[in-house]
């Protein structure tokens, strides 16, 4: 632990998909609390700084490196400062908070996390469907290619497609011919239902529909490279119909209503 004390605090705080009005009350009421920001500046929509006190300092941690970014932390915390530390979507799903977890943890700076809405949900919105349809799947992947940053052997997309389940895959985009193929080898049919949503809930959100067969087409057509989420699964279009939710079924008793007899 530091030999200085530490009276500040770091916040992590989901900044949602990029809509202003998706982060949540409560990470909403941090910035607005906040004495210093550290934000994700390549995908963090920007009107979410307007909720600061004016004159509140913000460092872009887009030009920053990992010790850069606690050094920061560690210089205002011991001022007293809360520090708000604002990742794009929810900052368990690729936000590289582990790491930094381990830095506060080893100067004794104290620290907590707000979720935030996930650009996976974002997307699901704006395609208006549902990933958990009776008798079509009950089990959302959240996954992403291998690349730069590697992924284990055992949860390559081939092996995950096995599955056959709903799947949410971030981060690859740029790289659609080989999601396709991957998906191809692990059992998808060609005519497999998947969307690509570029920049969910963003006044500038795209929506591609297609199947295995003509996504990458569609993607290569609208330029798409960054930013987008892709869904695939009979969810999108269970070309044979789905069942019912028990849970709304007149017949089926649950612990709220007795079911009536047909």
Known sequence: MSENKVNGEVIFVGAGPGDPELITLKGSRALERADRVIYAGSLVNPA???????????????????????????????????????????????????????????????????????????????????????????????????????????????????????MAIFLSVQDMGSVVAALLEGGYPASTPIAVVAKASWPDEEVLLGTLETIVEKVKEAGIRKQAQILVGDFLDPANGYARSKLYDPTFTHEFRQGTET
Request: charged share 20%.
């Open 48 to 166: 979410l700084l307007e909720l600061c006190r004016l004159g509140t300092p913000f460092h872009d941690s887009a030009h920053l490196t990992l010790e850069e970014v606690v050094a920061l932390m560690s210089e205002g915390t011991k001022r007293g400062e809360m520090i708000v530390r604002l990742h794009t979507g929810d900052p368990s799903m690729y936000g590289a908070i582990k790491e930094q977890f381990e830095h506060l943890d080893k100067q004794g700076i104290p620290y907590s996390v707000i979720p935030g809405v996930s650009s996976v949900f974002a997307a699901a919105a704006a395609v208006k469907r549902e990933f958990t349809l009776p008798d079509i799947s009950q089990t959302l992947i959240l996954t992403r290619l291998a690349g730069r940053t590697p992924v284990p052997e055992r949860e390559a997309l081939a092996k995950l497609a096995q599955h056959q389940a709903s």
